[in-house]
């Protein structure tokens, strides 16, 4: 066992998850995004292509209701490619990541790559079904009053991180997250606030300039929004697409996060760490 090596498999209260996320990932920054890069490296490559077409699209300076408008076609072409591509991504790099930390837990510290590509490629296409549906039960929830979306949200978050770590179906995955929040949905919903904020400053960071020179060309009166004038602008179309993509990358912080979650609960649920130690006294 690595003398740094972090015990997943525990209770942890909020300040405790927050500090053994940005500790994992700081140990392990290198291998991982060597992971991510080597296994998610296609769908990182479609998301950047649609990520630059959808920004050249919208970066005349019209907003995407007026574009949508007039001309419904080529933006709507741009905005659907690029929420599936952002999709793909997303359930690529859940599968990358929680399979690294399974191999991280299995080996105590040292990591299997072997093991990662074998659990993306069984783990993906569950993962890529599972967000489609737990957005639509998500959007569902939005309908009715809002309150149930939002109830539905906290939940469903560890939907991916169940389906890697014990392998169930969709159905049981589903159950399997409302049975670990019930009694923890408090809890976890502070926990999950209180990162997202944290990661949305971080990401802010990276969005300033773009943000910076699109108020620059607004009170210099050189970005016109009609249809007949709207010129492309690759300055704003470079500054989106990086401060853009660094946001998607930091989502690995987020998946962690999410990981040291589920342990939480699943520890406070089913006291799994403790038995493993129990057993382990005998070796």
């Known amino acids: 066992m690595q003398s740094n090596y972090i015990q997943f498999k525990k209770e942890r209260d909020l300040g405790a998850i927050l500090s053994d996320t940005f500790s994992f990932f700081r140990q392990n920054f290198k291998p991982l995004f060597k992971s991510i890069f080597k296994i998610s490296g296609p769908a990182f490559l479609l998301l950047l292509a649609t990520l630059t077409y959808y920004s050249y699209i919208v970066s005349g300076g019209q907003s ?51 093991e990662i590509n074998l659990g993306h490629k069984k783990d993906f296409g569950k993962i890529l079904l599972y967000f489609i549906v737990s957005a639509i039960l998500v959007v569902a929830g939005m309908f009715l009053l809002i309150l149930p979306g939002i109830y539905l949200m906290v939940p469903l978050s560890l939907g991916a991180a169940i389906m890697v770590f014990e392998q169930e179906s969709l159905t049981d995955t589903i159950s399997s997250c409302l049975h670990y929040i019930k009694d923890n949905w408090w809890n976890t919903f502070a926990t999950l ?37 709207a010129e492309p602008d690759w300055v704003f179309v470079i500054l989106n697409v990086f401060g853009s ?39």
Do not use: W
Not at 250 to 279: H, M, P, Q, R, W
């Open 245 to 283: 993509i660094v946001n998607y990358l930091l989502a690995t912080i987020s998946v962690i996060c999410i990981a040291f979650i589920y342990f939480s609960l699943n520890e406070k649920k089913n006291f799994t760490g403790t038995y493993e130690n129990i057993d382990n006294l005998g070796n």
């Open 64 to 114: 995407p209701v007026t574009l949508l408008q007039n001309n419904t076609a080529e933006f709507s072409i741009a905005f659907f490619v690029f929420a599936f591509a952002i999709l793909i991504f997303y359930s690529s790099l859940y599968a990358t990541v929680l399979n690294y930390i399974k191999s991280y837990i299995a080996h105590n510290g040292l990591i299997v790559e072997e």
């Open 193 to 229: 606030l209180v990162f997202g904020i944290l990661v949305y400053i971080i990401g802010y960071i990276f969005q300033l300039p773009a943000v910076i020179y699109t108020l620059m060309g607004i009170f210099a009166g050189s970005r016109e929004v009609s249809a007949a004038t």
